[in-house]
């Protein structure tokens, strides 16, 4: 099914929405407007959706036969209760949703005036680049609609080059929780990994420690938990022990801008990876004394005054 060429209003010109805009414009669709608040997102506007017009919600409303809303979890349901007040939206506009862990129940208020409600998810981090719309190409999407509208939706995530998987409204959380489990979280790792290295004095610690780690990404994927390897599953208690010491120091001695995290991270998926490796009682034991000893990391953590800049 081919979606029909629409009007298309984008509410929130962030990383996803400005990439989406311009993705559904390469497939002849029309931007009526694009919804940016921050300096940043209005230079990848102007960037990505060049030409369109930067206007209010009220004003891409009117214009628009469907919304695009990408816009954080947490702002979406009172976008949509605002828009929903003011009685802009007509009865057959069609409204999209970008977001992982919601999905249409957040946009009821506008589905009861009579929109078509659509939820689609690409799983892929956004850069806000136009190298993102290379990425798109095969990219899995979960949709969640009405029986009605998956075929909408499903057609929509062609236009946008993806794969369409549909997920029932109440698996939303899960999905999202695993998504964001596996792609924020690695990157935490790889950020400690690579300050590590970088305190050792190791040039370029990305390039060094690519192979590794791409090798092991794969492995992981193919294998799950049967691709553990290192000196938990090996039993080597010795060689955690230094490894914890090594790491208590590097967070003693964490300067401006590391965060002296990386022990208790160590220790927690130990933890996790430990209860995978199938070790004989005696080798386990040994190592989950040493993970469960009060170390440097035990305390308070660090200091979460920096964790409110806007990512």
């Known amino acids: 099914m081919s979606a029909p060429r629409l009007g298309i209003g984008v509410i929130g010109a962030g ?65 949509v209760s605002g828009i929903a007040t003011t009685g802009l939206a007509p009865g057959g506009q069609l409204v999209v949703h970008t977001s992982g862990s919601h999905g249409i129940g957040v946009l009821a208020p506008l589905a009861r005036a009579g929109c078509a409600t659509l939820a689609i998810h690409p799983a892929m981090t956004f850069t806000g680049t136009r190298d993102d719309l290379a990425r798109l190409v095969g990219c899995p999407m979960a949709i969640t609609a009405e029986q009605a509208f998956l075929p909408v939706a499903a057609a929509l995530v062609v236009e946008l080059g993806g794969e369409a998987t549909v997920l029932p ?7 999202h929780a695993a998504l964001a489990h596996g792609a924020n979280h690695l990157m935490v790792l790889v950020d400690q990994a690579l300050d590590a290295l ?13 192979p590794l780690l791409e090798a092991a990404l794969d492995e992981s994927l193919r294998r799950g938990s049967a691709a553990l390897t290192g000196p938990v599953v090996r039993g080597d208690a010795g060689t955690v022990a230094a490894h914890l010491e090594a790491l208590g120091d590097l967070d003693a001695t964490a300067v401006r801008g590391a965060r002296g995290d990386t022990a208790a991270t160590y220790r927690a998926l130990a933890r996790a990876a430990l209860a995978r490796a199938g070790l004989a009682p005696e080798a386990a034991h040994a190592i989950q004394q040493l993970l469960d000893a009060a170390g440097p990391d035990a305390g308070e953590g660090p200091d979460q005054d920096a964790a409110t800049e806007d990512r």
């Open 15 to 79: 990383r996803v929405g400005a990439v989406l805009g311009a993705a559904l414009r390469a497939e002849g669709h029309g931007i009526t407007g694009a919804y940016a608040v921050s300096d940043a997102s209005r230079a990848r506007a102007q960037e990505l959706l060049p030409g369109v017009p930067l206007l209010d919600v009220p004003a891409i409303v009117e214009r628009s036969e469907m919304l695009l809303l990408a816009v954080p979890d947490d702002q979406l349901g009172p976008l």
């Open 198 to 210: 970088s305190r050792l004095g190791i040039d370029n610690p990305g390039a060094y420690l690519r």
């Open 169 to 175: 409204e109440g698996d939303r959380p899960l999905y």
